[in-house]
């Protein structure tokens, strides 16, 4: 069964969104403080975790910081302002996704949870190609030459998705739905860093992207591949 | 050159320099006229005393030699003539030249000899003719001003003095005695230039020092308007320099303590207005996490309704479907204090405004349909890119269209784009209830309902149109409605296409020709 660490302090609030998950099928870890998320976190790794910005002990984006140093685990921020910085702190801290309270839907945050756990792709068998890196869809691996590259899952889900079209410019609208599964979406500050955080990994020189390439005013696509 | 004239005319210091500077010249010019009159006045009296004294002495003189001359021949008689004459003339043209002319009175028969003579330069006619009849008339010294011309009509100004002189065996003759005035005029004319320059230089001179005193005055007036100006641009902490203790120093002070005044009100009102804010949005941030909370149980509740009887049922359904308001409401009002705030930004991207009304438009088909009308959008290009905050743009949009299929009354709603190299425009026209015109100014004042007996369709929250305007105004653009009651309203947003610039021009006429 799946498990979700969600990290609130209000409790009413946690234990709603333990009633909602438990719902849906998914178990639950509860965690009022953020000084005590690595101490569960290592006992009973979660699957996903739901994690609030506004924490007593460390607050959510050290919290995010300190998981990110030692898993790859998706981490969706629940954050009570909608405000551009707090959502970047967030994402650049190595959170996947966000949601701003109050959900619009309850049954929204089971469908950002589901697909975060989701193996995407399944249907790829065998390896992509981008630039000088292979990509083991089914493994699970990004492989620059014998080395293995460490991504999460959300960045390895944006690589295969420009990987497996290569030719293709996708606009940031199509890579929202693609990768994190929204419709109609026009946040497009999710993209952007994870495309960063990407880059910060794959790229030999981060600056002047060859793997993931901008196309001015409309997106990204897929860099030429190169034979090594 | 007007608008220097215009600086001159309105400033205080020309107006005092020029009145100053008038007034002292016609006193100057009155008294200076005054004490030249006066002084060319003794000038010609002294000269006229002195000419009649030496006059006096000549003919005195004359008389005395002709009378010692009696019973002498003809030719001694002459040289005694011609010896006084030459002693009192001098010959030549110099300033203090004089000339006499010695002729016999006409009407005399027992004339034994003609004695007549005249200096070198003098001519019959230059002794006038009324004033030798005065003197013939006459037994004491006579004398006139005239004037008369060397050769060559170089003409000098004279006084000419005369008397009767008794000639042995000659009858009665006539000496006139011509002194030049060359030199009294001379004089005369020092004197006058001498005033002119005086009082040039001593209007001069006032003026300079009435500019040195006004700016004394003028200069801590101008400082303070000049510091007054800066006070309304903004900057509270201008202040007055008082350095002195008189009339300018207590108008100083006087400034300053209304400045201190109005910075303390300032600061205040800005303080409860920051607190204010604070609170709004404290306030929004604090019910997010019970709503999210409130949010899911009723999803809970909402999703097992069918197993409630219909009246638990029902309250669950008004359950969700007020939270969705209520949520609505925080949403707008936490963005309404960003806008009061001031810390709302702008995001920039660049996207496709016909693509973005299209889905505004199609996302909305439904609640049209339910309100019986229906959205037809006419565009003047398949694309129109711009940049500008994407998440904003649409907000305007889906509120113009709500707010439009709220009021449409049932008549279909026509959505148009137009562009230009610079700026896009969006006109939202509805052909509903309408809108008294003198109301319009009042559409996008929050809460405000043009009916308030009219429910509100859609449950809208009363601020999207505040919304709106902000949104538009964020970008530099312009948010602007129109309508008559029966006829629609029609709402026009022109953005500038690029991020930063501003709107050139309408590009969508406000008040509809049909």
């Given at each position: 069964?799946?498990?979700?660490?969600?990290?609130?302090?209000?409790?009413?609030?946690?234990?709603?969104?333990?009633?909602?998950l438990?719902?849906?099928?998914?178990d639950?870890?509860?965690?009022?403080?953020?000084?005590?998320?690595l101490?569960v976190f290592?006992?009973?790794?979660?699957?996903?975790?739901?994690?609030?910005?506004?924490?007593?002990?460390?607050?959510?984006?050290?919290?995010?910081k300190?998981?990110?140093?030692?898993?790859?685990?998706?981490?969706?921020?629940?954050?009570?302002?909608?405000?551009?910085?707090?959502?970047?702190?967030?994402?650049?801290?190595g959170?996947?996704?966000?949601?701003v309270?109050?959900?619009?839907?309850p049954?929204?945050?089971?469908?950002?949870?589901?697909?975060?756990?989701?193996?995407?792709?399944?249907?790829?068998?065998?390896?992509?190609a981008?630039?000088?890196?292979?990509?083991d869809?089914q493994?699970?691996?990004?492989?620059?030459?014998?080395?293995?590259?460490?991504?999460?899952?959300?960045?390895?889900?944006?690589l295969?998705?420009?990987?497996?079209?290569?030719?293709?410019?996708?606009?940031?609208?199509?890579?929202?739905?693609?990768?994190?599964?929204?419709?109609?979406?026009?946040?497009?500050?999710?993209?952007?860093?994870?495309?960063?955080?990407?880059?910060?990994?794959?790229?030999?020189?981060?600056?002047?992207?060859?793997i993931?390439?901008?196309?001015?005013?409309?997106?990204?696509?897929?860099?030429?591949?190169?034979?090594? | 050159?007007?608008?220097?004239?215009?600086?001159?005319?309105?400033?205080?210091?020309f107006?005092?320099?020029?009145?100053?500077?008038?007034?002292?010249?016609?006193v100057?010019?009155?008294?200076?006229?005054?004490?030249?009159?006066?002084?060319?006045?003794g000038?010609?009296?002294?000269?006229?005393?002195?000419?009649?004294i030496?006059?006096?002495s000549?003919?005195?003189?004359?008389?005395?030699?002709?009378?010692?001359?009696?019973?002498?021949?003809?030719?001694?008689?002459?040289?005694?003539?011609?010896?006084?004459?030459?002693?009192?003339?001098?010959?030549?043209?110099?300033?203090?030249?004089?000339?006499?002319?010695?002729?016999?009175?006409?009407?005399?028969?027992?004339?034994?000899?003609?004695?007549?003579?005249?200096?070198e330069?003098?001519?019959?006619d230059s002794?006038?003719?009324?004033?030798?009849?005065?003197?013939?008339?006459?037994?004491?010294?006579?004398?006139?001003?005239?004037?008369f011309?060397?050769?060559?009509?170089?003409?000098?100004?004279?006084i000419?003095?005369?008397?009767?002189?008794?000639?042995?065996?000659?009858?009665?003759?006539?000496?006139?005695?011509?002194?030049?005035?060359?030199?009294?005029?001379?004089?005369?004319?020092?004197?006058?230039?001498?005033?002119?320059?005086?009082g040039f230089?001593?209007?001069?001179?006032?003026?300079?020092i009435?500019?040195?005193?006004?700016?004394?005055?003028?200069?801590?007036?101008?400082?303070?308007?000049?510091?007054?100006?800066?006070?309304?641009?903004?900057?509270?902490r201008?202040?007055?320099?008082?350095?002195?203790?008189?009339e300018?120093?207590t108008?100083?002070n006087?400034?300053?303590?209304?400045?201190e005044?109005?910075?303390?009100?300032?600061?205040?009102?800005?303080?409860?207005?920051r607190?204010?804010?604070?609170?709004?949005?404290?306030?929004?941030?604090?019910?997010?996490?019970?709503?999210?909370t409130?949010?899911?149980?009723?999803?809970?509740?909402?999703?097992?309704?069918?197993?409630?009887?219909?009246n638990?049922?029902?309250?669950?359904?008004?359950?969700?479907?007020?939270?969705?308001?209520?949520e609505?409401?925080?949403?707008d009002?936490?963005?309404?204090?960003?806008?009061?705030a001031?810390?709302?930004?702008?995001?920039?991207?660049?996207?496709?405004?016909?693509?973005?009304?299209?889905?505004?438009?199609e996302?909305?088909?439904?609640?049209?349909?339910?309100?019986?009308?229906?959205?037809?959008?006419?565009?003047?290009?398949?694309?129109?890119?711009?940049?500008a905050?994407i998440?904003?743009?649409?907000?305007?949009?889906?509120?113009?269209?709500?707010?439009?299929?709220?009021?449409?009354?049932?008549?279909?709603?026509?959505?148009t784009?137009?562009?230009t190299?610079?700026?896009?425009?969006?006109?939202?026209?509805?052909?509903?209830?309408?809108?008294?015109?003198?109301?319009?100014?009042?559409?996008?004042?929050?809460?405000?309902?043009?009916?308030?007996?009219?429910?509100?369709?859609?449950?809208?929250?009363?601020l999207?149109?505040?919304?709106?305007?902000?949104?538009?105004?964020?970008?530099?653009?312009?948010?602007?409605?129109?309508?008559?009651?029966?006829?629609?309203?029609?709402?026009?947003?022109?953005?500038?296409?690029?991020?930063?610039?501003?709107?050139?021009?309408?590009?969508?006429t406000?008040?509809?020709?049909?």
């Amino acid at each position: 069964m799946t498990l979700v660490m969600v990290v609130d302090d209000d409790q009413d609030l946690a234990e709603m969104l333990s009633i909602v998950l438990n719902g849906a099928g998914i178990d639950v870890d509860l965690v009022g403080r953020g000084d005590e998320v690595l101490e569960v976190f290592r006992n009973h790794p979660p699957d996903l975790v739901l994690l609030d910005v506004m924490l007593p002990g460390i607050d959510g984006v050290e919290v995010c910081k300190l998981i990110r140093a030692e898993s790859m685990v998706p981490i969706i921020m629940l954050t009570a302002k909608g405000d551009t910085h707090d959502v970047v702190l967030g994402l650049e801290a190595g959170a996947d996704d966000y949601m701003v309270k109050p959900f619009r839907h309850p049954s929204e945050l089971i469908a950002r949870i589901k697909t975060r756990l989701r193996r995407t792709n399944s249907d790829i068998a065998g390896l992509l190609a981008i630039s000088d890196l292979s990509i083991d869809v089914q493994a699970h691996h990004v492989l620059r030459g014998k080395k293995v590259i460490s991504l999460t899952r959300l960045e390895f889900d944006l690589l295969v998705a420009l990987a497996k079209e290569p030719g293709r410019v996708f606009t940031r609208d199509a890579l929202l739905s693609e990768v994190w599964g929204y419709r109609h979406s026009t946040d497009t500050r999710l993209v952007n860093v994870h495309v960063q955080r990407l880059r910060s990994k794959i790229e030999h020189d981060p600056e002047n992207p060859e793997i993931v390439v901008t196309v001015r005013g409309v997106g990204y696509k897929a860099g030429a591949l190169v034979h090594s | 050159m007007q608008r220097v004239g215009f600086r001159l005319g309105s400033s205080l210091a020309f107006r005092v320099i020029v009145s100053t500077v008038l007034l002292s010249l016609s006193v100057v010019w009155l008294t200076g006229s005054a004490l030249n009159n006066q002084l060319s006045k003794g000038v010609k009296q002294v000269n006229l005393d002195s000419a009649i004294i030496e006059a006096r002495s000549t003919f005195f003189n004359t008389q005395y030699r002709l009378a010692l001359a009696q019973g002498l021949p003809e030719s001694d008689v002459r040289r005694v003539i011609i010896d006084v004459i030459t002693s009192a003339t001098s010959i030549g043209r110099s300033e203090n030249a004089r000339q006499i002319a010695f002729l016999e009175t006409p009407g005399q028969t027992d004339a034994k000899f003609n004695y007549e003579i005249k200096s070198e330069f003098l001519k019959v006619d230059s002794v006038p003719e009324n004033f030798k009849i005065k003197v013939r008339k006459s037994s004491d010294i006579k004398w006139i001003y005239s004037s008369f011309a060397y050769p060559g009509n170089v003409s000098t100004p004279v006084i000419i003095l005369a008397d009767k002189v008794e000639v042995p065996n000659a009858g009665q003759y006539e000496m006139y005695f011509f002194i030049s005035l060359a030199n009294q005029n001379k004089t005369l004319e020092l004197i006058r230039s001498s005033l002119l320059l005086t009082g040039f230089a001593l209007v001069l001179l006032i003026g300079l020092i009435t500019w040195l005193v006004v700016r004394q005055v003028v200069r801590p007036v101008r400082e303070a308007a000049r510091i007054a100006t800066e006070f309304t641009s903004g900057d509270f902490r201008q202040r007055m320099d008082v350095h002195t203790r008189d009339e300018i120093s207590t108008l100083g002070n006087a400034f300053n303590e209304m400045a201190e005044s109005l910075e303390k009100q300032i600061a205040r009102l800005e303080n409860l207005s920051r607190v204010q804010q604070r609170f709004v949005s404290d306030v929004s941030h604090e019910l997010r996490t019970p709503l999210t909370t409130l949010r899911m149980a009723s999803e809970i509740i909402h999703g097992a309704r069918q197993s409630f009887d219909p009246n638990v049922s029902r309250s669950a359904e008004l359950l969700v479907a007020q939270l969705d308001r209520f949520e609505r409401l925080l949403e707008d009002l936490l963005e309404i204090s960003r806008f009061d705030a001031e810390v709302a930004v702008l995001e920039g991207v660049d996207f496709d405004i016909v693509s973005l009304a299209k889905r505004c438009i199609e996302d909305l088909t439904l609640v049209a349909a339910e309100n019986s009308t229906s959205m037809l959008l006419i565009v003047s290009d398949e694309t129109i890119m711009l940049n500008a905050d994407i998440r904003r743009v649409e907000r305007i949009l889906r509120n113009l269209l709500t707010n439009a299929i709220d009021h449409a009354d049932g008549k279909p709603i026509e959505v148009t784009i137009a562009h230009t190299e610079h700026d896009v425009a969006v006109g939202v026209r509805d052909y509903g209830i309408g809108i008294e015109p003198h109301l319009l100014s009042r559409v996008f004042d929050r809460f405000w309902r043009a009916d308030p007996s009219r429910a509100r369709v859609r449950g809208g929250t009363g601020l999207g149109l505040s919304i709106a305007l902000e949104d538009a105004r964020l970008h530099n653009g312009e948010l602007e409605a129109w309508g008559r009651p029966k006829y629609g309203a029609h709402f026009v947003l022109t953005l500038p296409r690029r991020e930063g610039s501003s709107i050139e021009a309408r590009l969508i006429t406000l008040k509809p020709t049909t």
